[in-house]
């Protein structure tokens, strides 16, 4: 005797939240089953394994039912096929587009292609996340991509607005877009030591005040293409004007003994700083003043440890040295009686400020 | 001539991408309302259409109103090949030709295709205008309001009961005419589907009209069902109760009724309906085939008086389960018939007589049953059938009672409610009994006899006195029989048959007496046959009667009482089964008073056994019927092997079960619910074929069912299944091909309901509070988008999180409003305001890639979502919020994997209705307004 067909349907769509998650990490349902199982699913009504399998089976085949669903979230709402309470909506989106870090930080800075595709398996054993599983956050990012590619006006939003996720975790899709976009180099060895949060908390600096849209008010309304996704082509030509700092020998010194004098007796590491400053601020300037390309935008963060991070780490900086040093490095720019680009040295030094903080694991 | 019906096409979304190139869909909508069709625009290029179109007006006779159902395609438009359909809606509008059901049908249906499902949904409107026709020779019965429910719904009152109402229409079925050789699945599933909606229209007008002339305006109970018969055709039939002069409460406003009458008096006269035999037509049209049992047991009335119904001659039939308090008087008992026939032996298989005659010798049956008990009525009736082949089974099912007959006269009465015994005194009289059986005082009022156990299928009357709680009882059965063919076979069938009852009965009586308890309610026995083996099911909702005496106990007889070991093995079978009773009291909280006066008023009952009262009729089909009203008082003679199957029931603390439409014992509902189907088909392999064999592994799968449900429904607990329904069947063999290795296949279908309830301890208090919550999501009224802004939003520093904050709420149009269903005829916690009317629907589903879509399950899985969708989509569009007395009355599933395909039709139906909560209800006339003001426009117009 054999069960050929075994079908449990209820008027409003039943839906276990466990089973779910582990339909999401991409068990089989035997696997599935016997997680179950270890989690002691079976001292609950008196269930036997038949019952838990058959169970599993019908969990299993409405997620696949509604999987299609979930491809585009506002549909959710407003299908008419499965009766599914709104607060189960909500959770089922949140958790179909959650992601493991790790395997976004194997991703992020990829193109989000078929050849990416293809190497998944190579991240799933490297993660010990299954392929399926990887599948899935992989097709969510491409789908997030491609959705939001081509629409006008702020990311963030417009992930939200169509994919109905939580603020988090649309800055997050935020952060994979911006990076699969810019195809930032992230794979390096060195680069390895970052987490995919580290990454995405530059990101969104980077978008919040680097790109077209973050200008300012008047340009949230005009809806400008791409507005979050690229940055700003002209506040990168401006950035070459930050050359002089280093150029001018004046200034450069001036500016050295304004830091000096703001951190004397303030850090450990001052002596080394002092010798060292105009190698750190030559590379911060000769950084900013690349950036008009786009090879070097790539490198962005590569540069960023190579020229920065490291000699600071191998000094031995504290992470509070390295906060007061770029505190007083970028205000006494404003000391500098010739310097007039005050505007954009901000502008600059505010994000690269706090992506070296970010990054700087000491 | 006297209706124009008008109809809209608004708008279509999420539609399939009919044109691979572009990804998109250049679709347009054909109307079509019997041979008339209009067609809208092409949208081009569009997967979200916004046709607007035109009001689309036909003009058409009442008679073809309540036949026909709009029919609306949508397609593709293709400029150099066919268009391609995309999908169809059929719109029953029925309801709409009742001045006080809906009053307009507007809102999204999906769209759906037979071969792939729903695809898209389409925006509709759809209105009636009808003129008043005063003609007496009418062939329409527009205005007659039909319901699922078997109860008096709880917004009217009957005014009088008249008595039974059948009809039964016949037709060829497309599946097996010449034509479907040549036509693609989809046209013969479509045309189908036609059919089926055609005949129930017309079988619907035809008792419509006979409830007009017994001067009723209503029926209640309806009960409608499909015999695919195969070659000899396709049979609709229905039975209802009947039910006049409404009219009194039909014209005060419903808000009146929803507001000011809480005690539901009952005004409406109750329909009976009895399902009409299916008799299979060759080529006849729909017109010739209605069938018209005169069973005189109600007599034509002319339209002017209420029929003085002399109830005691007459024997009126009632499909109701559930009366007006006082209206049962007796309960004599079950009484039941079944009937073995031959498909391939009606002489015209066109015409519906032959199988009048069949019912009407069934329900002669029956009638005579019920006065052999003394009684005069049979209520909570019901009729089925079984088929395998040219053989079919006809069933039919009810309890003898004795009503009141001022409900038959004059309708409600306002008496002081009746004693909570009158029911459970013996109708028959004692000194000639019709079965022997024992009687004692009444343990209540101590002046009438009753008897020790009582069997019947309605439901537990409000008044009635119980002990304890109640629970599923089950008995279940197989027997083998020879494969054989025609009369040979129609004979091994009729053998068995008294076997298996009198079986099921023994099974019961065991059961219902190790749960100590002493009444059988909501009893249902099916009967299916396949073609090596019968299944029996009896399903009932066991409960102890206070006013019936306490059941004895169980005593085992070994056969060889002289081998010691053997008598040892029945002393520990006899402790275990005497600690299993004592557990079940205990379980089931039975604590009734000691007996020790049960001497004083009774006779010191002497044992009896309880026998089979069996009748053959002279034709050569055989009608038996058993008799389930009594049983012997204190010992049991079990066999071994039974014994052990009937102790190692499955017992899920925190779950209770029961096939009626409330639990006897508990009585603290909330308002959470949750309706759900399940299906199981199995395989069964050839060894297994002895009846023992077969016993325990079909005990296995409803034990097994059972306990998947309680463990699916486990976050509910505590909870109560409530009117869970099994039904079985063993479909042909052929569908199953497997090679030499010869299979059958036993389908389980439950539709079970569940309900919350709140015991009182304080670790529920969670529970009710969940429950009331989602019931707050899913009041009508919902406008606002289904999402509240996320309270997650985690404070952003940055200003540009300011526009972040609102924007989670779903950005297209409302939510989908929430639809209950429930098998129920009521919402527990609520309050049903206004009946929209029928649902009755039918649907094939086919495919021809069942691998990609995930087998059988995936395949069933996703038709029944959608045939719940499309139930949902309609009562919403009704302007209802829930469909109560909901059941799934056919659900046939068919497979060649071989082929990989698939087929399965499912037959549906329920009463849309509106509900509002009870604890709203002073809050919710402005809410009710809307509907109200439409409502009562709509009646100005018509």
Redesign the interface.
């Known amino acids: 005797m054999s069960m050929v067909l075994d079908v449990f349907v209820g008027n409003t769509t039943i839906m276990d939240m466990d089973i779910y998650q582990l339909w999401l990490d991409g068990l089989t349902v035997r696997e599935a089953v016997k997680a179950r199982m270890d989690q002691g699913a079976l001292l609950e009504c008196e269930a036997n394994a038949e019952v838990l399998m058959s169970d599993t089976m019908d969990q299993f085949r409405t997620f696949q039912l509604c999987e299609r669903l979930l491809h585009s979230p506002t549909k959710l709402a407003n299908q008419l096929l499965f009766q599914i309470p709104s607060q189960h909506q909500r959770m089922l989106i949140e958790k179909y587009y959650e992601f493991d870090s790790v395997f976004a930080r194997e991703v992020l800075g990829k193109k989000l292609s078929k050849g990416t595709k293809k190497d998944l398996d190579d991240i799933s054993s490297k993660t010990g996340i299954t392929l399926k599983s990887c599948r899935r956050q992989f097709d969510n990012f491409k789908r997030v991509f491609k959705v939001v590619e081509d629409l006008k006006g702020p990311l963030v939003e417009n992930i939200q607005h169509h994919f109905l996720l939580t603020d988090t975790q649309a800055r997050d899709y935020a952060a994979i877009v911006f990076f699969a976009n810019s195809r930032f180099e992230t794979g390096k060895r060195k680069l390895q030591y970052l987490s995919f949060q580290d990454f995405a908390y530059c990101a969104s600096q980077l978008i919040q005040y680097w790109t077209t849209g973050a200008v300012g008010e008047l340009h949230l309304y005009s809806m400008v293409e791409d507005m979050d996704v690229d940055l700003e082509k002209e506040f990168l030509h401006e950035l070459k004007d930050l050359k002089v700092l280093v150029n001018d020998k004046n200034m450069l010194d001036q500016h050295k003994v304004l830091v000096c004098a703001a951190l004397r007796g303030k850090i450990k590491v001052y002596r080394l700083m002092e010798a060292n400053f105009k190698n750190l601020s030559r590379a911060l300037i000769n950084l900013a003043s690349k950036l008009t390309h786009t090879k070097d935008v790539r490198d962005l963060f590569i540069d960023l440890v190579e020229k920065v991070i490291e000699p600071c780490r191998c000094d031995r900086w504290t992470l509070g040295e390295v906060t007061l040093f770029l505190t007083q490095y970028t205000n006494a720019a404003h000391g500098l009686g010739t310097f007039s680009r005050q505007v954009v040295w901000d502008r600059y030094m505010g994000v690269i400020r706090s992506c070296i903080l970010r990054m700087y694991h000491e | 001539m006297p209706g124009k019906l008008k109809a809209k096409i608004v708008a279509g979304?999420?539609l399939p991408v009919m044109d691979r190139a572009s990804d998109l869909t250049d679709a347009f909508v054909e109307v079509k309302f019997g041979n008339t069709t209009f067609k809208t625009d092409v949208f081009p290029k569009s997967l979200n259409p916004q046709w607007n179109s035109e009001w689309f007006k036909f003009e058409v006779d009442d008679e073809d109103l309540q036949d026909e159902p709009l029919q609306i395609t949508v397609l593709d438009h293709d400029t150099y090949s066919a268009n391609d359909a995309i999908g169809k809606v059929y719109i029953d509008i029925d309801p709409l030709l009742c001045s006080e059901a809906a009053t307009r049908i507007c809102g999204?249906f999906?769209i759906y295709d037979t071969i792939h499902g729903?695809r898209g949904?389409i925006n509709v409107l759809v209105k009636v205008d009808l003129f008043n026709d005063l003609n007496s020779f009418r062939q329409s019965s527009c205005g007659v309001k039909f319901f699922c429910t078997t109860s008096i719904p709880r917004c009217y009152r009957a005014a009088l009961v008249h008595g039974f109402v059948e009809e039964l229409v016949v037709n060829e079925d497309p599946e097996y005419q010449w034509i479907d050789r040549i036509r693609t699945p989809r046209a013969s599933n479509e045309a189908r589907q036609r059919l089926i909606s055609l005949m129930s229209g017309e079988l619907q007008r035809k008792i419509g009209l006979k409830v007009l002339e017994m001067g009723g305006n209503a029926v209640v109970g309806y009960l409608q069902c499909f015999d695919l018969e195969g070659e000899s055709g396709l049979v609709v039939r229905a039975i209802g109760t009947a039910s006049p002069n409404t009219n009194t409460h039909s014209n005060t406003a419903p808000a009146s009724n929803a507001c000011n009458s809480p005690s539901k008096d009952s005004k409406e006269t109750l329909p009976s309906s009895s399902p009409p035999p299916f008799s299979p037509s060759k080529p006849c049209s729909r017109q010739s085939s209605s069938s018209d049992t005169d069973l005189s047991l109600t007599p034509k009335m002319g339209k002017t008086s209420p029929p003085p119904h002399a109830p005691h001659p007459e024997f009126p039939f009632f499909t109701l389960t559930c009366f007006p308090p006082g209206f049962l008087v007796h309960v004599g008992g079950v009484v039941s018939a079944r009937s073995v026939k031959l498909l391939d032996r009606i002489h015209n298989p066109d015409e519906p007589e032959t199988r009048d005659a069949w019912w009407e010798e069934i329900r002669q049956e029956i009638k005579s049953h019920a006065k052999a008990l003394g009684c005069h009525a049979v209520v909570g009736y019901s009729e089925s059938t079984s088929i395998c082949e040219e053989v079919c089974i006809l069933s039919a099912s009810g309890t003898a009672a004795m009503l009141n007959p001022r409900f038959m006269r004059e309708g409600c009465l306002d008496d002081a409610s009746p004693p909570s015994c009158g029911f459970c005194h013996i109708p028959y009289d004692e000194f000639n009994m019709p079965f022997p059986a024992q009687l004692t005082y009444c343990y209540r009022c101590r002046r009438q006899k009753v008897p020790d156990v009582l069997f019947t299928t309605i439901d537990l009357p409000a008044e009635a006195a119980v002990t304890g709680k109640g629970c599923l009882i089950q008995a279940r059965l197989c027997r083998t029989k020879k494969k054989a063919q025609g009369e040979v076979n129609a004979t091994a069938i009729s053998n068995l048959l008294p076997f298996m009852e009198y079986e099921l009965h023994t099974q019961l009586m065991n059961k219902l007496k190790l749960r100590s308890m002493n009444a059988l309610f909501g009893l249902r026995i099916q009967i299916s046959v396949g073609e090596n083996m019968l299944l029996g099911l009896a399903s009932a909702t066991g409960v102890y009667l206070s006013a019936l005496p306490a059941p004895g106990g169980i005593q085992v007889a070994g056969k060889t009482p002289s081998d010691l070991n053997y008598d040892q093995h029945i002393a520990t079978m006899q402790k275990r089964i005497n600690d299993t009773i004592t557990k079940n009291k205990e379980l089931y909280n039975i604590h009734p008073p000691e007996s020790t006066e049960e001497l004083v008023g009774s006779p010191i009952p002497d044992r009896q056994r309880s026998r089979l009262f069996r009748s053959t009729s002279e034709s050569s089909d055989e009608l038996l019927e058993l008799d389930l009203s009594h049983g012997k008082k204190d010992a049991f003679v079990l066999e071994r092997g039974s014994v052990t199957m009937s102790i190692n029931m499955?017992v899920?603390s925190?779950?209770y079960s029961c096939n009626t439409e409330v639990m006897p014992g508990i009585y603290n509902w909330t308002s959470g619910l949750?309706?759900?189907?399940?299906?199981?088909?199995?395989?069964?392999?050839n060894a297994?074929l002895t009846n023992q064999g077969l016993n325990k592994?079909f005990t296995e799968l409803c034990e097994?069912l059972l306990?998947?449900?309680?463990?699916?429904?486990?976050?509910m607990i505590p909870c109560c299944l409530c009117h869970v329904n099994f039904t079985v069947a063993v479909p042909e063999e052929e569908l199953?091909q497997m090679g030499a290795v010869r299979l059958n296949?036993v389908?389980v279908c439950g539709c079970v309901f569940v309900c919350l309830f709140v015991s009182g301890s304080g670790e529920n208090e969670d529970q009710l509070q969940f429950s009331m919550e989602?019931c707050a999501?899913s009041t009508p009224s919902n406008n606002q988008?289904?999402?509240k802004p996320?309270e997650?939003?985690?404070p952003?520093p940055?200003g540009?999180?300011r526009?972040?904050r609102s924007?989670?709420s779903?950005?297209?149009?409302?939510?989908?409003a929430?639809?209950?269903?429930t098998p129920l005829s009521f919402l527990p916690g609520t309050r049903i305001v206004k009946y929209l009317g029928i649902i009755n629907m039918f649907f094939i589903r086919e495919t021809t890639s069942l691998r990609e879509e995930?087998g059988?399950?995936?395949f069933?899985?996703?038709f029944?979502?959608?045939v719940?969708?499309?139930v949902?989509?309609h009562v919403a569009a009704l302007g209802g919020n829930a469909v109560v007395s909901y059941s799934m009355k056919e659900c046939v599933?068919m497979e060649n994997p071989n082929k990989n395909q698939a087929q399965c039709l499912i037959n549906v139906s329920g009463d849309a209705v509106i509900f509002v909560r009870e604890s709203e209800q002073e809050a919710t006339p402005p809410l009710m307004s809307s509907g109200q003001i439409s409502s009562t426009g709509a009646d100005g117009t018509t």
């Open positions: 979304r999420h999204w999906p729903i949904e499955f899920s925190g779950f949750q309706m759900f189907t399940s299906v199981r088909v199995y395989r069964l392999s297994n592994i097994n306990k998947s449900l309680y463990f699916k429904l486990r976050s199953i296949c389908c989602l999501d988008p289904t999402s996320s997650r939003c985690s952003l940055e540009r999180s526009s972040l924007t989670r779903m950005p297209c149009g409302a939510p989908v929430v639809v209950k269903m995930g059988v399950s995936g069933l899985h996703c029944i979502a959608e719940f969708a499309m949902r989509a599933f």
